[in-house]
């Protein structure tokens, strides 16, 4: 039993939001939910789908006594379910969104904790309701006792009846709504939750009904009397015993995540993470944290032990926000006038930290509608000296098996520390090439929205030996089924390059001087490699002007195109073209003319080698609006392999 009894007047709206779901011609309850904002209820997806599978719009009810009158038709919003076969669905996937069909019913909406911690190991509180011939409420006091990966919690100790999954889980220290019900323990006492993090990926949903939610507390009508959420958690003991203008309390929190609901989003993950951190003085937060999607994600960054931090934090965030959004052109002028207001006895210190507050670096110049057209048109590479995040896979061959591949997938933030595994399947039997886009599907997605932004999405590298250059990793897709309004092929979406996998570990100082070399270079120049008519020469890659970038219009990974792609990399050339898709074997054609022709267009448009990954992406673009099958790029690969970013060095491994 816990330590805290819950507050009696949070314990009534708890119940008030909390329904059951039923099917609309009558008969018994599914099983829980609870409404998180105006029209809408987040329930399990195991509590719908053997009801849903087959007809996704079929219209089905949300019953409360507390509704008053007949339970409301309701329809499936969206679920986080990947693979409908499964029988057991996993915790991060069992969440589903049910949006009522008439908006003007008014009820109660629970109070969804922003704090990203996991919660504490004492007393929570869940409800639900229990199958009768009437569904019959339901609540028990429970412990979590264990946390079962990055959304999973588990608690003892208690029966759970049929029927509550779905239900809310409620912190009664904090008077904050903090998981999902899942299941019970088959014959045994206990069960599992899943924490509210979860909800971030449901995205663009996530966002919209998180604002809803921030903005039905936030409103005028929710501030009269004393018995909303916010009223009763401002008299809980993790609200502190003195309230001070340098604590952070419940109301101005509400106060806070109303306005940020009407902030633009930020358009991507880094932005929440660089903002957060900089408030936090620099120091990341603890513990392994899903990743952060919107402003109030970041908001919920600034705690400690499931306290808040001083207010200074706070304030110094939402300051930060302010920069962000006028920098890119926004107008954030209610909640800057907020914070002015806020300001109002506070230390000094804390004045002066936040009205002088600037963005990180690495947002700056945080690119908006009043940007230049040719910064935004050319996306410049990222480099370790002007930051910028990078996605990179890793296709290791197995030696006695070279068709098949271990892999890895590392992202780098931006920063100077380098990049860091998310992601690999790296014993067993290995991939077939033709199963690894089927692989790396799930694992990419996110890896790419932890740091994508809406105006940089992050390049992806591929890193492979040069035999295996051919593998046109810029057709992958990340759909099985693409979108008619939008290609899908990776080469098209983002910046696609290849690197050489056997320049893991230390730089060879051919390959650094050469790479200096172009990137100092007045102009850059296509050379045919090898020249027409002659065999490829070591010499004739070493002796090349440092702005020079090979061009081969064949393969690289076989015949006079692999001896030509080993050559330029011995050589120490880090950037290179060529056709992935074959070459005649009686000379050269019209296609390879105007592949020369092509790549030297391309490179001269180039101010400098970074703006090249993006120029190509720009002309894939065009072939996949244009169709055209025939293009001298449709084909083509780019090696961009930069030695300032070295991969590390790994022990190679292989199947026993």
Known sequence: MPEHAHDPFIDDLARSATVHLLPAGGGAMWGSGFFVAPGWVLTCAHVLRPHLSRDRERVFHVGSDRLGGDPLPARLAAWLVDDELRDDIPVEQDLALVRLLDDDVEHECVWLSDCAEPPGASGAVVYGFKPDAQPVRWHSTINIRTYDGSYGLRFSEVEFPKGVSGGPVLDPQTGAVVAVMKSRRIERDGGRAIALPALRRFGDLYRTVLAEHDRWHGGESRLSGYNTWVDRQQQLPAAGLHHTPEQWSPYDRRAALNLLAAVPGPGGVPPVAKLARKARGGIAPPGSLPDPRTWRDGHGLLYEAHRPMPAIAFLHYLKLVVE???????????????????????????????????????LLPVLGPGAPEEILAVLPYPTVERGGAVVTVELEPLSDAPDRFYWRIRVHDGDREGSRPVAEECSGEGVAPGELIRRLRRPLVTAFQSVDTDDCPAPLEVALPADHFDTAVHRWQLTEIGRLYRPPYLGVQRRVVLRDLDRRGEVDPDWRERWDGLMAAEELAAVPAPLPGKAPRLRHFAELEPGAVPVLCRPAGRGVGGAAMRMALEAGHGVALWHTDGHPEQGCHDLCVA??????????????????????????????????????????????????????????????
């Not at 954030?332 to 004045?351: C, F, N």
Request: glycine fraction near 10%; charge should be negative; avoid cysteine.
């Open 324 to 362: 962000y959004e006028r920098g890119r052109g926004g107008d954030p002028a209610r909640l800057d006038t907020w914070v002015g207001e806020r300001l109002r006895g506070v230390p000094p210190v804390v004045h002066t930290v936040v009205t002088e507050a600037r963005l990180p670096e690495g």
């Open 595 to 656: 592949l020369r022709a092509g790549a030297a267009d391309l490179l001269g448009q180039a101010k400098d080698p970074t703006e090249l990954p993006d120029r190509l992406r720009r002309i894939r673009e065009e072939i996949s609006d244009s169709k055209d099958a025939q293009h001298w790029a449709e084909g083509v690969a780019m090696l961009y392999d930069d030695p300032g970013r070295p991969l590390p060095d790994y022990e190679r491994v292989d199947a026993p």
